[in-house]
Nanobody, 115 residues
């Protein structure tokens, strides 16, 4: 059974930092492309950042220079380091694992940026 479990969300002030983690089980983690997506109330889910099995990264323009995605294949975990957070970063953040037609999602973790 595949499980993706996100953690690290919470309430943070504008300009602050937060690191999200996503622990995977039930898959051969190192061969999967991993990603972080987010969904704000009333909006569609959007891509935040992805990292391929080979380590190549891609970011949404809105987070470039502020967010960093990384992975630790020994721990079956993908991270999202977020800095200079803005109120518009407030959303549910979801971890994603993809390999061909196999796509898996976590349950999400809430990030709220507010003073």
């Amino acid at each position: 059974q595949v499980q993706l479990v996100e953690s690290g969300g919470g309430l943070v002030q504008p300009g602050g930092s937060l690191t999200l983690s996503c622990a995977a089980s039930g898959i051969i983690f190192k061969i999967y492309d991993m990603g972080w997506y987010r969904q704000a109330p009333g909006k569609q889910r959007e891509l935040v950042a992805t990292i391929t099995s080979g380590g190549s990264t891609n970011y949404a323009d809105s987070v470039k220079g502020r967010f960093t995605i990384s992975r630790d294949n020994a721990k079956n975990t993908v991270y999202l380091q977020m800095s200079s957070l803005k109120p518009e970063d407030t959303a549910g953040y979801y971890c994603n694992a993809e390999l061909g037609r196999g796509i898996y999602w976590g349950q999400g973790t809430q990030v709220t940026v507010s003073s």
